[in-house]
């Protein structure tokens, strides 16, 4: 993740780090290890030196000591942008989360989006924006639409044609100035739906609520865990009679969430609708579909289109 190649502030801990990389990639996974280990004993308070650390000895299956790195982690940032606590619970050494640190999530997108279309689209198949939209032109033309979790626009690309007004919020600044150079949304803002509705930026003086007749969230749901604060933020977006489609990984699971190796989260069909029913928002359409290929294998989702009662 590009967060662990921050520089140390230190050369020689650097030029270590970075021949440890190429014998990671050679193979050569013990010989990376040792070099990890002399640079942070180089510079024992470079969180991202130890969150390496951690990632290579969990390789080795050698957990306990993999353990250790990741609380290293934590100690030295306990903002937890690298997702020390995500790999802990991974590990059996913490409960999963109900989501990650927003400050994580923040990070890895604010890092990955200058290259986040080319490997998301280009490399990886991603079709989830196209396919959520023909599900949702049948009822087009939108008065106002919110995109949440906008990324770099690919959504917002989609349902321009279909709505009047179109709203983006995103956690990552850099994505958000991304998806602004596409020229599509009449309005865009950083906010982190994991928050409640009233520590949200999503409703203000002139952000309204109830204001919108569809909300969209393509590929944002898999960075949370639990849903207990989206789905009351969509209600209060939404309009009566207003769509919200969006997708999820499958969990292949009965109920609930579960944290994958990815650091993303999947999430039960049952799950899903037992918070649709909760929120009063009616199922009209669920697809099962291939969201993307994550190490060359598809990665199976589902997309859902529900209505506001």
Same mark, same amino acid.
């Given at each position: ?34 070099? %990890? ?11 991202? =030196?130890?969150?390496? &650390? ?36 991974? &590990? =059996? ?17 604010? =890092? ?10 280009? +490399?990886?198949?991603?079709? %989830? ?38 709203? =983006? ?67 209060? &977006? ?58 060359? +294998? ?9 209505? +506001?009662?």
């Amino acid at each position: 993740m590009p967060p662990a190649q921050l520089s140390s502030g230190d050369a020689i801990a650097d030029r270590r780090m970075d021949y440890a990389r190429m014998l990671f990639d050679g193979g050569d996974l013990q010989a990376a290890l040792e070099l %990890v280990e002399q640079a942070v004993e180089l510079v024992p308070a470079w969180a991202a =030196g130890w969150f390496r &650390l951690g990632e290579y000895r969990e390789k080795a299956s050698l957990v306990e000591h993999a353990v250790e790195a990741f609380r290293k982690v934590l100690a030295i940032e306990p903002q937890d942008i690298f997702g020390a606590r995500l790999k802990l619970a991974l &590990l =059996g050494a913490e409960e999963v989360p109900e989501h990650p640190p927003s400050r994580y999530v923040e990070s890895l997108f604010d =890092g990955y989006a200058d290259r986040f279309e080319t490997a998301l689209v280009e +490399k990886l198949g991603y079709s %989830v924006p196209a396919r959520l939209a023909e599900m949702l032109v049948t009822a087009a033309p939108y008065r106002l639409a919110v995109d949440l979790g906008c990324g770099t626009g690919l959504m917002g690309l989609e349902a321009r044609p279909m709505t009047r007004r179109l709203e =983006g919020f995103d956690l990552s600044l850099n994505m958000i100035e991304k998806a602004r150079q596409k020229h599509i949304y009449d309005h865009l803002a950083q906010a982190d739906i994991s928050l409640l509705a009233d520590r949200t930026t999503l409703f203000s003086d002139v952000l309204a609520r109830h204001r919108a007749d569809l909300v969209m969230a393509a590929d944002v749901l898999i960075y949370l865990g639990s849903l207990q604060t989206v789905f009351p933020l969509v209600t209060e &977006l939404l309009a009566p009679g207003g769509l919200f489609a969006f997708s999820i990984e499958d969990a292949g699971v009965d109920e609930g969430f579960v944290l994958r190796d990815s650091l993303r989260y999947a999430h039960s069909e049952d799950y899903i609708r037992q918070l649709l029913d909760l929120h009063h928002l009616r199922l009209l359409e669920i697809q099962r579909i291939d969201l993307r290929h994550d190490r060359g +294998k598809p990665v199976g989702g589902m997309l859902f289109l529900s209505q +506001k009662q």
